[in-house]
Every structure is written in structure tokens, then in C-alpha cells.
């Protein structure tokens, strides 16, 4: 049984930074890709950054290019998303998911078995 369980969000005003953490349990994380989504209400859920089992293969939305980085611990089993000059356009709710090739930092939400529960991230003016 996955369990993936992130932390860190909270109310931040614009301009700050939040660095939220998944913390994975019940199947091999050092092998597997994983992702951050976000989704606002009344909007889709989509990719914000993923990262492959290793680190060397990234992939970030545009929308955060040079705001965000992603980064992995496979000896805590724990990744990461710093978030830096916030926006209020980054508010809503950050989900991490595990799954998809090992070898490739997926884009697809369809391409992950695993998600936590969110956390919600609130950006203010």
C-alpha cells in the first residue's frame, strides 16, 4: 500500500516562498518518478514539476520556470517543491503522485499510479 503525504502549505503573501514536502511509504521511491500537480477550483489538475528516479531528468510548467524547483531525498524517500516569488496565481491545491517510467519525468497525470491528499498553498495580493 503507497502512501504519499505532503506537508508544507499554508498562506503566504505574494512575492514569499513555501517549500512543500511528499513523504512516500509502501513501494521502492528511489525507483520511481514523481510529480507535483496542482489544481485551482473550477480548473483541471496539471503537472507543475516532476522529476525521474534519480534527478537528472526534470520537467517544470512554464508558468514556474525559475520560480520553482523540484528536488528529491531517496535516502528520506521525501520530495520536494520549493516555490519562490509567489504569485496569487500559484493558490490552489498541490498534489504530489508517484508512478510512470523510472527513467522520464512525467507530464501526464494519467501516467501516475499514486497520489497524496494535497495541500492547499494561498497566495495573497
Known amino acids: 500500500q503507497v502512501q504519499l503525504v505532503e506537508s508544507g502549505g499554508g498562506l503566504v503573501q505574494a512575492g514569499g516562498s513555501l517549500r512543500l514536502s511528499c513523504a512516500a511509504s509502501?513501494?521502492?521511491?528511489?525507483?520511481?518518478?514523481m510529480g507535483w500537480f496542482r489544481q485551482a477550483p473550477g480548473k483541471e489538475r496539471d503537472v507543475v514539476a516532476a522529476?525521474?528516479?534519480?534527478?537528472?531528468?526534470?520537467y517544470y510548467a512554464d508558468s514556474v520556470k525559475g520560480r520553482f524547483t523540484i528536488s528529491r531525498d531517496n535516502a528520506k524517500n521525501t520530495v520536494y517543491l520549493q516555490m519562490n516569488s509567489l504569485k496569487p496565481e500559484d493558490t490552489a491545491a498541490y498534489y504530489c503522485?508517484?508512478?510512470?517510467?523510472?527513467?522520464?519525468?512525467?507530464?501526464?497525470?494519467?501516467?501516475?499510479?499514486?497520489w497524496g491528499q494535497g495541500t492547499q498553498v494561498t497566495v495573497s495580493s
Open positions: 503522485a508517484m508512478g510512470g517510467s523510472r527513467w522520464n519525468a512525467p507530464r501526464r497525470s494519467s501516467e501516475y499510479d499514486y
Open positions: 509502501g513501494r521502492t521511491f528511489s525507483t520511481s518518478a
Open positions: 522529476i525521474n528516479w534519480s534527478g537528472g531528468n526534470i
